[in-house]
């Protein structure tokens, strides 16, 4: 193995340590915690709710159990809305709309559209006899 070789083996060798590194420190912080487990007052009323033990047990003033407290979940987006012009006959029957109001040909008020379940194949209307899918 001549010098040029060498001195790039030693380059990717450093530079993989150094990228694991910092990777490992990256994969680290999303690490979830690994201390002790907290425990809280479910809500109740009493001044202790939220308050937060460090062992379980029953809350020093209502008696109720304390509960694990966990970290709370990332917050989903907001699915988007949209709205579309009852079956009424009219051009834009099943047409899509992104705001609330009334349809442009008909008049009548948009509706929003909510989304369908996933369908397992066994639930819904019955079919038609001879109807395929």
Do not use: W
Request: charged share 15%.
């Amino acid at each position: 193995m001549c010098d040029c070789h060498r001195r790039y083996f030693v380059q990717l060798g450093l530079l993989a340590i150094g990228s694991a590194s910092v990777a490992g420190v990256a994969f680290a912080a999303d690490a979830p915690p690994t201390g002790k487990k907290v425990y809280t007052c479910p809500p109740c009323g009493c001044p202790n709710d939220g308050k937060e033990f460090p062992e379980a047990g029953a809350c020093s003033a209502c008696g109720m159990p304390l509960v694990e407290k966990v970290a709370a979940a990332a917050p989903q987006p907001a699915a988007r809305k949209v709205y579309t012009c009852p079956p009424c006959g009219c051009p834009n029957d099943g047409k899509e709309f992104p705001e609330a109001g009334a349809c442009s040909a008909c008049g009548m008020p948009l509706m929003e559209k909510v989304a369908a379940a996933p369908s397992d194949g066994k639930s819904g209307p019955p079919k038609a006899p001879g109807a395929t899918g």
